[in-house]
């Protein structure tokens, strides 16, 4: 009998830590000898032990209600009752979100550095629930020591190309959460769209935000829908987002294109072109040679104009300024850039460019912020403070580190979602071949740099550009599974990544997918 009962509780056990499936994987993870379950249900306490963790408590509630239906009270103090405790705990790591979490028969403990860490904890402890909609829900015992990799962990979302609506942009900065990442690049004006409320200039919304066509199928398309399309975002939406981001302890990251893919925006003002227009918000995609006129002091004040409004409302010390893509011909042209570049003694118009960018960099550094770039920004030399973007590869981001500048990478290569995630896709998508094993064998930290170098890199972000990507499901199809791939090369340490034991973690992520509602690519490769 006895032995009966020792080979019943080892497959119950066996079974119990068969079911912790945590992506990103954390730095340590023990089982007890003897296993078991903490059991939540709508009666189970959360006890904010810290003072601020209302935001972690609420999302969990949150959670709590779309998904499974019901809410748990909320209490400052611990009664006899186990419960899930949030609190703060002393631990010593140079980034913030590091926590400790302990599961036992009084409940769940959570402990973070700070706010984020204990957030990031209830992460945690979302994805061991179980994944089939239950009023009980038995957690297994466990402890777990947990800390991010890197201090930069980003998602990209261009809404130019296409707009996306409040209520989804939210959603998507919750999966943004749910990964334990922490920064949501906002790709917010473009050649097809000034997605931004600019008070100072208002036709940037009314003429800017709207295009009178779009190009049906890929580029170069078989015709045009004619369709009026567009939007934008009031000043009013865009603090409710950022607002928003905050309690997830997500910053926004805004981008303001210059001194190319300015097409929407000459559109609005023709004055801030070389050659005056006529302009037009593009109905294609692709490079175009109407950029900001670099020798016409207008469009620096304009500019400027804009960041004074845009700046205040994101909290965020970065401002991307883009950079990237910026044809030179109609410089080449214009008396006004090549007096520039004589007054300047500039020898190219890629030194024009630098220019331009520098000046702009030093405007925005008074203002207390540092600018980000894609990597284009080196061409001609490189702004004095400025963080590079690497999407070109990696040999931008290994440029800027040898030259002692923060770089966050985000090769195409690796992790671009617009690109084709599997050989034979269902939808139109840009080309280009990443699958989620791609992205999950990705290195940001370069074997070219030194120590010292790799200290530059901040971390990585994932960019879904939108030319192809029409509605939300898209978004989604087009991000999962392989955000959560990239959330587990950011935040888990190196030693820890194994494809195949991520792969078998990835089946039951996928069943949190569909808990979710959440459209993914069911045949990722």
Known sequence: MKKVWFIATMLLSMHLHAQVNIIPQPAELKMPETAGTFVITAKTPIILAGDGLQNSAYFLNDYLKQVYGFTLPIKKKAGKEPGIHLNFEKIEYPIAGAYNMEVNDKGVFIGGDNETGTFYGVQTLLQLLPTEKSSSLAVSYLSIKDFPRFQYRGLHLDVSRHFFPIPFVKRYIDYIALHKMNYFHWHLTDDQGWRIEIKKYPNLTKVGAWRNGTIIGHHPGTGNDSIHYGGFYTQKEVK???????????????????????????????????????????????????????????????????????????????????????????????????????????????????????????????????????????????????????????????????????????????????????????????????????????EPVSAELSEAEGKHILGAQANLWTEYVTNPKKVEYMIFPRVSALSEVLWSPATKRNWNDFETRLQTQCKRYTLWGTNYNKTFE
Request: charged content about 20%; proline content about 5%.
């Open 240 to 442: 409710e987002i950022v607002e928003y981001a905050a309690k997830r302890y997500i910053t926004v990251l805004p981008e303001i294109e210059m001194p190319g893919h300015a097409s929407a925006a000459l559109t609005a003002y023709a004055n801030l072109g070389c050659t005056g227009g006529p302009y037009q918000v593009q109905q294609t995609w692709g490079v175009f040679n109407d950029v900001f006129c670099a020798g016409n002091d207008t469009v620096f004040t304009f500019l400027q104009d804009v960041l004074d409004e845009v700046m205040p409302l994101f909290p965020s010390k970065y401002v991307h300024i883009g950079g990237d893509e910026c044809p030179k011909e109609s410089w080449k042209k214009c008396p006004k850039c090549q007096k520039r570049m004589a007054d300047n003694n500039l020898k190219n118009e890629h030194e024009l460019q630098s220019y331009f960018i520098q000046r702009m960099e030093k405007y925005i550094n008074s203002k207390g912020k540092t600018i980000i770039g894609w990597d284009e920004i080196l061409e001609g030399g490189l702004a004095p403070n400025a963080v590079v973007m690497s999407w070109r590869g990696e040999k931008g981001g290994i440029e800027a580190a040898k030259q002692n500048h923060d770089v966050i990478m985000t090769p195409t290569g690796y992790v671009y979602l617009d690109y084709s995630q599997a050989k034979k896709e269902d939808s139109l998508t840009i080309g280009g071949y990443v699958p989620v094993n791609k992205i999950y064998s990705y």
